[in-house]
């Protein structure tokens, strides 16, 4: 949905009548993304997180002239970190910096974290255990879950995060076998939860649903978006926008009530651009079968003094004398 999200950027600099200052991608992966608005806004200087060590490496080499020229300032921490990453970007620019003008995330994991089998995340192939994003982080991998937690726990956990109906047997399971022998290897749980559950769509292995809760919990992926959103519209400049890509019902729930909630408090800062997410085109999931299941979302922050006017959906229900007051009370704030 990368169209849409330069979309986003690009209605940024329209209403702002001038190229875009500064952008955040809190998921920088391989960069695909951030090249693509680098080019499309030559001015733009954009600070980015990933979790990732090997997504450092490969911008290393990728990057290099937007680094060496401070174009992008990546850093190795986790998105809900953004509060420390503007304090070293006030010390770096000075306290002149008002705010993002756009801001992007792209949930979940790389196409080359899920192919290359010794991270852990895939059921096709066989590797260690481990489905952490940051392998030099102290965080319980895969395996320490898989091999720790209650049978009760873990029906929760495949559950609640990986939304699958019916763990029982499957967690059942796990604790039968893990008696003998512990679970190491990606494989090896795939193919338990394969005998126990069966396949019932062609196309959709019955270990998509537990891996993914697995991973959730590994990383702990939806504190850390709670945690980021609140952060992030914080950080927006005067109509700047964020987008938010997520693959997952979870994350896109916590995305569409953060964003509700900070726009119908009180003291609303802004707005979403649209009602409903946006989802990919048919075109768009065929030539990519990952994407069918993605859901952009868009916060867009008011510029001073636009928030009463923009923001009281009811004004023109008012009687004229009270629409009038309305209108002052607006131009005032
Ligand atoms: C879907 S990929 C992003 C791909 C990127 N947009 C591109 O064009 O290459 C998600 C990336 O975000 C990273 N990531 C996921 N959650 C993160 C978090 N909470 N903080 C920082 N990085 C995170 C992952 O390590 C992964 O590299």
Redesign the pocket.
């Known amino acids: 949905m990368l169209h849409e999200i330069l979309e986003q950027a690009q209605e940024v600099s329209d209403e702002l009548q001038r190229p875009l200052h500064w952008a955040f991608?809190?998921?920088?992966?391989?960069?695909?993304?951030?090249r693509a608005l680098l080019e499309k806004h030559p001015q733009l200087k954009l600070v980015a997180?990933?979790?990732?060590p090997a997504?450092h490496r490969a911008a290393e080499s990728s990057f290099a002239k937007e680094i060496s020229e401070h174009r992008l300032m990546l850093h190795h921490?986790?998105?809900?970190n953004l509060p420390k990453v503007m304090e070293a970007l006030r010390a770096e620019i000075g306290e002149s910096f008002i705010g993002f003008d756009f801001m992007m995330v792209?949930?979940?994991?790389?196409s080359p974290?899920l192919d290359e089998a010794e991270r852990g995340f895939s059921f096709y192939q066989d590797g260690p255990l481990d489905m952490r994003?940051d392998p030099l982080s102290k965080r319980r991998t895969a395996a320490d879950f898989v091999n720790e937690l209650s049978e009760e726990e873990l029906v929760e956990l495949f559950r609640d995060l990986g939304e699958v109906q019916r763990p029982y047997k499957v967690a059942r399971a796990i604790v039968h076998d893990r008696k003998t022998r512990r679970f190491e290897r990606t494989l090896q749980l795939a193919q338990l939860i394969e005998r126990v559950d069966g396949w019932h769509k062609k196309g959709h292995h019955p270990a998509t649903l537990y891996f993914m809760g697995l991973r959730l919990a590994v990383?702990g992926?939806l504190k850390?978006i709670e945690d980021?959103l609140p952060e992030a519209i914080a950080n927006l400049g005067p109509k700047g926008r964020l987008t938010v890509l997520s693959f997952h019902s979870l994350e896109d729930r916590i995305v569409k009530q953060s964003f509700r909630k900070l726009e119908e408090s009180e003291e609303a800062c802004g707005e979403n651009v649209r009602r409903k997410a946006t989802s990919p085109s048919d075109l768009e999931q065929k030539q990519n079968p990952r994407s069918r299941s993605a859901k952009l979302r868009c916060f867009r922050r008011f510029a001073p003094g636009e928030r009463k006017s923009r923001g009281n959906k009811y004004a023109h229900l008012a009687p004229p004398k009270f629409r009038e007051d309305q209108d002052d009370r607006g131009e005032e704030e």
């Open positions: 991608d809190g998921t920088f992966g391989r960069g695909g993304h951030a997180c990933d979790l990732d997504a921490t986790n998105f809900a792209d949930l979940g994991v790389s974290q994003m990383n992926e850390a980021f």
